[in-house]
């Protein structure tokens, strides 16, 4: 971003000073059609003024995101234009203007936030039963974990405490026709087998395997229900907690293996969660994107305001403002972000690290 040249080129426009663009456009003539390509050469001298514009405003990846929302309204920005050349050369016709850019205008709208179409809540049915050995399945102390997990992705959880039919609550029908019944759109289960494993040797540790099996059901009206996302994890703990740790690692790893069927089938509502960059180098509004992007149960990461000094983006499907601020700050980056509110997490690019002093030499003389 350039903060100054923005400033003095809105200032400049605001002031009755037009700020003027010249663009040269070819387009072929096909079949003869002289108007048409008249018209798709005009346009495209158009676009090439704003893209001059915008090259004063911000850099050039911030503009190639922004043009396909401003294109189309390349007219509102340009008041007034002069046609310095237009001519039909082997079959192409050429178009010279001299556009007047309302600079400010578009400046304005590069502050604009833009809008995010409400999306409905969704909400899912979860169950969690678990057995040792062969004994009977019933309902696992898990469950409020998982609860917890998918509503920090954004969906409203209903639980029900181990009441899974079949008897290892995976009847995909039966779980769809629960969800129905409960207004949900779907259902998350889970059945976790618990198997004793042989102690370390040496240490005489106990060992503990947890295989969990994790389906996600689409309650579809009229259908038996089908499973969109499924997920096969295994994992072994050692210790007097083994039993416990092995399933909440296999649990937390099957769910992290289906983050992408469950953005995917069930975006976040609203206008999810903004985060808020305070930073004017477009490096810094890159790399938070990228590291966003990476988040566990992040699908997008949308601009929705540019200005001079920072940036706001939107995060869909939406975790917990605590949730991104501790993905942010547990990243190893160079941000620092603070959650503000429930719905907002203000970010700020850290300056970098000045390097060591140079040790002195044994005799304490500068080296």
């Not at 001298?45 to 922004?66: N, R, Y």
């Not at 499973?227 to 769910?255: I, K, M, N, P």
């Not at 990476?294 to 001079?308: D, E, I, K, Q, S």
């Amino acid at each position: 971003m350039r903060p100054l040249l923005l400033l003095l080129l809105v200032a400049r426009s605001a002031s009755g000073d037009p700020v003027r663009f010249e663009a040269l456009a070819q387009t072929p003539i096909t079949d003869g059609d002289r108007v048409r390509a008249r018209q798709k050469a005009f346009d495209e001298a158009l676009h090439q003024a704003l893209d001059q514009a915008l090259s004063t405003l911000v850099d050039p990846i911030q503009a190639a995101e922004l043009k396909r929302s401003l294109y189309p309204r390349a007219r509102h920005f340009v008041p007034a234009y002069r046609i310095l050349m237009e001519n039909e050369e082997s079959g192409l016709f050429q178009l010279q203007l001299e556009a007047q850019v309302d600079v400010a205008s578009l400046a304005r709208e590069l502050t604009r936030p833009l809008s995010v179409a409400p999306q409905k809540v969704r909400r899912a049915t979860v169950c969690v039963t678990e057995r040792q050995e062969l004994g009977e399945w019933q309902g696992s102390s898990l469950e409020v974990e998982l609860v917890r997990a998918i509503e920090a992705r954004g969906i409203k959880a209903i639980p029900l405490a181990g009441r899974c039919t079949n008897v290892r609550g995976l009847d995909d029908a039966t779980a769809a026709a629960q969800a129905r019944a409960q207004g949900a759109d779907g259902a998350l289960i889970a059945a976790i087998a618990l198997h004793p494993e042989p102690p370390v040797r040496g240490a005489n540790l106990p060992a503990a395997s947890a295989r969990v099996l994790l389906h996600l059901v689409e309650a579809v009206e009229g259908a038996d229900g089908r499973t969109s996302a499924f997920a096969q994890v295994e994992s072994v703990a050692f210790g007097a907690s083994a039993f416990r740790e092995a399933a909440r690692r296999s649990l937390d790893r099957s769910l992290k293996s289906i983050d992408a069927q469950l953005a995917a089938k069930w975006p976040i509502a609203g206008v999810g969660l903004t985060v808020r960059l305070a930073a004017d180098r477009h490096e810094d509004y890159r790399a938070l994107i990228r590291l966003l992007q990476g988040l566990p149960g992040v699908a997008a990461v949308t601009p929705r305001r540019f200005a001079a000094t920072g940036a706001d983006l939107a995060v869909t499907p939406s975790l917990s403002a605590p949730a991104i601020a501790m993905g942010i700050n547990k990243s190893g980056s160079h941000f620092s972000a603070i959650p503000v509110g429930e719905d907002a997490v203000e970010v700020r690019a850290l300056p970098p690290a000045l390097p060591a002093p140079p040790s002195p030499s044994r005799d304490g003389a500068p080296p």
